[in-house]
């Protein structure tokens, strides 16, 4: 995927508008990582609280946090806003904002992309074209960053029991939760697979981003071959940057752990002490149970994601036929031109123009590998991953219909004993606060996805577009430049 | 130059329509065929008479014959070639039928070829039957078989026979041999890969062709990104059909390929006939040479090799000296003969060798101008190919960017 094709939109007015309303909700739950943020990062944590912890955040008026995020200078909104915007819930011994700010200078600027420009003060410009190359993903709120993820570097690991890959995954950030500037840790698939069903479980009303596949489908595929291997590497790495960008997911602690703990395993086994805990806040009563009335807008969402699942299927198949169909038509064009050659060594005069035209094919041939190339590498990832998102989509809105159910069952019981107790009992009102809630972060998801998705693809198709138009200009080229050739010759004659 | 170019300058020559056509055959079995329309035309308008137009049907068949006179009465001519009779090295969407249109038409600009490159050439269009063939519908075959060219139709069996007996093969011709087997394998191969590559090539473009449905069904769930997809579609449907115009201009090359395959049979036609008379020429040196051995012998009376008319000679005495002189008599007037003959041969094989040589000169720069047109004007079909590509994309890119 090209960098810094797409220019980031400094002060983009579409996308901030339209996940104004349902942010109130996420800012709320992203919250409480920095406040209960204990210094020690590496030290298990409770289970963190969901959102139903707050009463009613969509009741709230607008928190004077949004607002606030808008005013911090660049480079440091989301930081400032986590730090500051708190209610001075601050560890004690955290700098405050400024001070970080001032200390994050002092040292940090040539290693921190971002931060290497004072808040808004001195080049605003450079900085923010520093952040168009950096920029991968989307930003949506128009926020800058302050978290940069990568994963690199693949490395095979032998050992009796098993063989396995490691990726690099170097973390860079300003944000307070991060003791160090800079981290790089080794992770393994299977600790990916870990992070993301610990999201999973901590932020049930998340849209968590797909992993790639454990397996890839079809046949027996080499792991440990170089183009798996990288194919993999991108989509882990894109995972990672789905999450960083996420205002909620990238505060979660356990991706924070997952970025900075030299010893992720001494970590899992102790959470796993608390997993019957977490299992219970998430278990939910359901099967088959009906619900009353699913929100129409919930409905349309489902029905779209089959739809659009069912598509992207299609688009699937059929570039891989594609790349199929190319691969066999460069199987033949490599017998082809070299036919011109054999026939060249026969003649005397058209020898030069039969061996131009041998050369041209050659040329084409390899334009074409490489279109094939860039389709296998770059689109095809692309696909796949969004196909796997509409699942990760799909579980998200089942949980929440359990939770809907849930309230609804309780709402039932309480409306029998009604004459009773004229009060709504309070574990009923916290079951309404958690639909509601479940409800603001799906849609706010779903429009940050929706967003994502449409960049993504715009970006994805115009690729495809690029490719497409960038191997016939190459063959253009071959082709006219063997016209002079021809033409001359005979004119010579 | 000029001159030699006389007759196409004095009639424009056209094979203008095809038709199909049901009729009774020599065993009377009904039989349909395609007739061509031929059409010729007296393009000097300063004579007296108005312009001429004559026209006449021609059936495949007699193509083939007037060439097959042509071939056996200018043995030293590089006969140019009719276009296939059944269509070869076509890609698979491409139909091989006799009676397909487009195979018909593509026989049609082929004759027509086949009617110019007589008329264009130095000597062939001179030649009367020609000419009638042209201009003289009815009776035209009949005329053909009274000048009895058959007859003078060398028999495959002993053009193979000479094949393998000539001693002194002239290395020139055994050059040009080798070079049309050559020409012929190379050419069959890339006419042979280029239907693959045809092949391949049409189903990628097609393939593209679903793109246009799946972007069309799945603009209708999606809101802001519909229109652009939509579009898009609408390019990829564009992009899918542009490859039959593709794939047809293409065809247009191999049958100029085609010509050149079919040139190295006329190619090898010409080193066969040289072989044959090289082989006659050295069965009549023999023949000479023997009889002289045999003149010698008697005159001188020794046997240098062993012969029946040796043994005869020892178990029966010698012959009378008058048998012994009319036989030196008789041989030494069929020596006369033999030598005459053989110095007409000689002659004869110079002859040939020179006006086939001269052919072959011409031929060859004639196929060097047109090969190097036919590979030009393959890369301007590649060329306008490439932009067709480039220009579909550019409009789905827009569409795409507008998503």
């Known amino acids: ?425 309070a574990d009923v009102e916290k079951c309404q606060d958690r639909v509601e809630c479940f409800n603001a972060d799906l849609k706010a998801d779903m429009e940050r996805w929706q967003n994502n998705k449409r960049q993504d693809f715009r970006q994805l198709l115009m690729g495809l577009a690029d490719k497409n138009i960038q191997y016939y200009e190459k063959c253009l080229m071959a082709w006219e430049s063997i016209i002079p050739l021809l033409q001359e010759k005979q004119e010579g004659k | 130059m000029t001159e030699n170019n006389f007759f196409l300058k004095k009639i424009e020559i056209s094979v203008s329509e095809a038709e199909k056509r049901t009729g009774r055959n020599a065993v009377n079995m009904q039989e349909t065929y395609t007739a061509y329309l031929v059409e010729t035309r007296s393009a000097e308008r300063a004579d007296s008479q108005s312009v001429l137009t004559d026209s006449l049907w021609r059936r495949y068949s007699e193509f083939e014959l007037l060439r097959n006179y042509l071939l056996v009465c200018y043995p030293h001519i590089v006969v140019p070639p009719l276009p296939e009779k059944r269509a070869e090295f076509v890609w698979h969407k491409l139909s091989a039928d006799n009676m397909d249109p487009d195979f018909v038409e593509r026989r049609r600009i082929g004759l027509e070829n086949f009617l110019l490159r007589v008329a264009s050439h130095p000597v062939l269009c001179r030649d009367k039957i020609f000419y009638l063939f042209l201009t003289q519908e009815g009776n035209w075959k009949e005329t053909v078989n009274e000048t009895g060219f058959q007859l003078k139709a060398d028999s495959r069996l002993k053009a193979l026979n000479a094949t393998f007996r000539v001693k002194n093969p002239d290395k020139r011709f055994t050059e040009l041999k080798h070079y049309s087997d050559e020409l012929q394998s190379v050419i069959s191969h890339l006419l042979r890969v280029r239907a693959r590559v045809a092949d391949r090539l049409y189903g990628v473009y097609k393939v593209h062709g679903n793109y246009g449905r799946v972007f069309s069904e799945w603009s209708a769930i999606e809101k802001e990104m519909g229109d652009g997809l939509q579009s898009a579609g609408h390019h990829m449907d564009v992009y899918a059909s542009s490859i039959d115009d593709i794939l047809e201009d293409e065809e247009h090359y191999a049958d100029q390929l085609k010509e050149y395959l079919f040139y190295a049979e006329a190619l090898r036609a010409v080193c066969r006939k040289h072989e044959l008379m090289q082989y006659d020429l050295e069965t009549a040196a023999q023949d000479l040479a023997s009889k002289k051995q045999q003149c010698e012998e008697l005159a001188t009376g020794t046997v240098r090799t062993f012969s029946l008319k040796g043994m005869t000679t020892k178990l029966f005495g010698q012959e009378a000296p008058e048998q012994r002189e009319a036989r030196i008599k008789v041989l030494e007037e069929q020596i006369g003969e033999g030598e005459q003959q053989l110095k007409s041969k000689n002659l004869e094989g110079r002859e040939f060798v020179k006006n086939a040589w001269a052919d072959i000169e011409r031929f060859k720069e004639q196929k060097n101008r047109d090969l190097k047109e036919a590979l030009i004007s393959y890369a301007v079909m590649q060329i306008s190919m490439c932009r067709k590509g480039i220009q579909v994309w550019t409009n789905a890119k827009e569409c795409f960017s507008k998503m």
């Open chain 1, 1 to 425: 995927m090209p960098l810094g094709l797409r220019a980031a939109p400094p002060s983009a007015g579409l996308p901030k508008a339209s996940s104004d309303s349902c942010s109130t909700g996420q800012r709320a739950g992203r919250a409480f990582p920095a406040a209960r943020r204990p210094g020690e990062g590496l030290q298990p944590l409770a289970p963190p609280p969901s959102c139903s912890h707050l009463s009613r955040p969509l009741t709230l008026p607008h928190s004077p946090s949004p607002s606030r995020a808008a005013r911090v200078p660049r480079g440091w909104s989301r930081e400032g806003w986590a730090g500051g915007g708190a209610g001075g819930e601050q560890r004690p011994g955290t700098p405050s904002p400024d001070l970080l700010v001032a200390r994050s200078f002092g040292d940090k600027d040539l290693i921190l992309p971002n931060g290497g420009t004072p808040a808004g003060a001195s080049s605003p410009a450079s900085s923010s074209s520093l952040l168009n190359r950096l920029q991968l993903d989307d930003d949506i709120d128009g926020e800058t960053r302050d978290l940069f993820v990568t994963v690199d570097d693949p490395k095979k690991h032998v050992c009796t029991m098993e063989t396995y890959i490691t990726y690099r995954i170097t973390t860079k950030s300003t944000r307070a939760e991060f003791d160090l500037p800079e981290y790089s840790v080794r992770r393994r698939y299977q600790d990916f697979d870990w992070l993301r069903s610990k999201l999973e479980e901590s932020q049930p009303t998340h849209l968590i981003p797909p992993l790639p596949e454990k397996f890839v489908v079809k046949g027996v595929v080499d792991r440990f071959s170089e183009e798996f291997v990288e194919t993999r590497r991108k989509a882990l790495d894109k995972f990672l940057k789905r999450i960083t960008d996420h205002p909620v997911l990238s505060f979660n602690e356990h991706f924070n752990v997952f970025l900075t703990a030299k010893d992720l395993n001494a970590y899992r086994k102790q959470g796993m002490a608390l997993l019957t805990r977490v299992g219970e806040s998430v278990k939910h009563v359901t099967g088959g149970y009906k619900l009353r009335s699913r929100p129409l807008e919930f409905a349309a969402i489902g029905e779209y994601l089959d739809t659009f699942a069912l598509k992207l299927g299609t688009i699937d198949r059929i570039a891989q036929r594609i790349i199929k169909e190319e691969i066999d038509y460069l199987v033949e064009l490599r017998e082809y031109g070299p036919v011109y050659s054999t026939w060249s060594a026969l003649e005397g005069e058209l020898a030069e123009p039969l061996e131009g035209v041998s050369a041209c094919i050659g040329n084409c041939s390899a334009a074409l590998e490489e279109l094939t190339d860039d389709m296998t590498e770059d689109f095809l990832p692309v696909l796949r991953e969004y196909i796997l998102y509409s699942d990760s989509m799909k579980s998200v809105l089942k949980k929440r219909d359990q939770v809907q159910a849930e309230y609804e069952a309780k709402l039932e019981a309480v409306a029998l004993r009604k004459e009773d107790r004229p009060k709504v009992p």
